[in-house]
């Protein structure tokens, strides 16, 4: 059996490290994420929002875009501009209730709205951020 050369190995092995380091970028991107400004506090204090900017190791455009509507499909190799997810917490205790997506904010951003009866979510705009809790529906305390 023919032993590879040291180019060869290289040009074999690139495509396996460049692989490796895009899956282990999906992992921390959120994890090693570093907050952006201070956070949003619900008008009446039941909840916190915090946006954070993910930690890309690797050039923007190899990240893929989604968007939150459904029908519209991930985008690959994009221009993104502002990339934000957000953590929705309780502002009583700290406890962590939900997280978004990784979006960019100029195409899918907007005002933050804390959620009503009839759909007890907090959103920014189309990001669907996390549920209210059920003693604090659209940040009325019950």
Avoid at 15 to 43: H, R, T
Avoid at 54 to 77: K, N, R
Avoid at 107 to 128: K, Q, Y
């Amino acid at each position: 059996m023919k032993k590879l050369t040291r180019r060869q190995r290289f040009w074999l092995g690139l495509p396996l490290l460049c692989g490796g380091l895009w899956a282990a970028s999906q992992w921390w991107e959120k994890d090693l994420a570093k907050p952006v400004g201070a956070p949003d506090i619900s008008p009446n204090g039941c909840y916190r929002v915090q946006e954070f900017q993910p930690f890309w190791v690797l050039p923007a455009f190899l990240h893929p875009m989604v968007f939150p509507d459904p029908e519209a499909g991930v985008y690959w190799f994009p221009r993104w501009e502002i990339p934000a997810f957000f953590r929705l917490y309780d502002h009583r205790n700290g406890q962590l209730i939900g997280e978004s997506e990784i979006y960019d904010l100029v195409n899918a951003g907007g005002p933050l709205d804390w959620g009503f009866r009839s759909l007890p979510r907090v959103s920014a705009a189309m990001i669907d951020i996390g549920p209210n809790l059920p003693d604090c529906i659209g940040d009325q305390p019950g």
